[in-house]
Each structure stands twice: as structure tokens, then as C-alpha cells.
């Protein structure tokens, strides 16, 4: 079990996320469902089967912080490490069915430096968060057993996911490198 880490984020100035998740796609599923990028400027609730659908579902958070103090990832990193210092843009991908199987990606426009899938590292990095959105159902967010993300390994800004949904779905944070899309808002 990792420990949350007490963080603090230096911000160089106040950026609105924009289209940093850049696409997706639903190779393959149990179900009829289509890839959406959500606008987290709007207000709506994730978590605890808040949609019910066979959407594969992304959106950005807070874009373009310097952080300053490191944070724990459960992929990627530097041996599960973002380092202090490294600027980073956070995005919220999810799955959110009662049932079924889903597999497919999403593209970033930026390399993704780590992924956290469990609660706990999810929860440590919920100051990244920074939208609209509401966020219910803290404890049951993360992958399951069987569930699997990963960073493709010739394509560093594609997130693939194969993750079968179950009440309340899956749930996890991608961290990328400096976005330059909101760089220039």
C-alpha cells in the first residue's frame, strides 16, 4: 500500500485546459459505446456509476504545474516516481458500465510520464484535479484485478486500456508532459 504523499503544487500562471486529450478509440467491447472527450470547464459528477455507459470517456484537469514535491504513480516514472520540479499536465480517463469489456486508447498531445490506477495514489494527486467536475466515490476509484493500462511503447503519448466495468467502473489518472496545446491559451 503506498502512502499519499502531503503535496503542494507551484503554479506558473493560471492556464484553462484545453484539448490536450487529443482522440480515442474503442477497438473492442462488449456493448455499444463510442470514445468522448469531456469538457471539464461544465459541471458533472464521476464516480460510483454516475454515467452507465459503454463510453471510453477522458478529460483534462489542472494543465501545466511545476511540481513541487514529487508524486507516486503506479506506472511509469522514474521507479514509480514524478520527480519535484517536472511539469507536468493531468487528464482523468474512465470507464464507467455496469457491465462488459472494454478495449481501446487515447492520445494525448503530449508523452505520458506516469499513470495512477490505484486509490491511494489517485487520492495523493487529487490537488491536480483543478475543474468542475465532482468526484464521488473516492474510495472505490482504480483498476481491479484483471484490469490492465499501459503506455504504448512506440507511441508515448497513447494510453491503451483493457479494463472490464463493474459497478462503480474504472477509473485513473494519466500525468503527461508539459501540454503545449494549453501552453498556448
Known sequence: MIKPLALTLSILA??????????????????????????????FTVGSDSFDTYNLYAFDENQNIILSEPIRVDIGGTRGVIAQGTEVASHYVFFDSLDGIQYGFVDFDAPILGIATQRNTMGATDFLAD??????????RGLEDGDDVWID?????????????????????????????????
Request: no cysteine.
Open 14 to 43: 493560471p492556464i484553462t485546459a484545453q484539448a490536450t486529450v487529443v482522440n480515442g478509440e474503442i477497438i473492442r467491447q462488449s456493448g455499444q459505446g463510442r470514445f468522448e472527450v469531456l469538457d471539464p470547464t461544465l459541471n
Open 131 to 140: 475543474t468542475n467536475v465532482t468526484y464521488i466515490g473516492e474510495d472505490l
Open 153 to 185: 511503447e512506440n507511441l508515448p503519448t497513447r494510453l491503451w486500456v483493457y479494463w472490464a466495468g463493474s459497478s462503480p467502473g474504472d477509473y485513473i489518472r494519466v500525468f503527461t508532459a508539459r501540454s503545449p496545446v494549453a501552453a498556448l491559451s
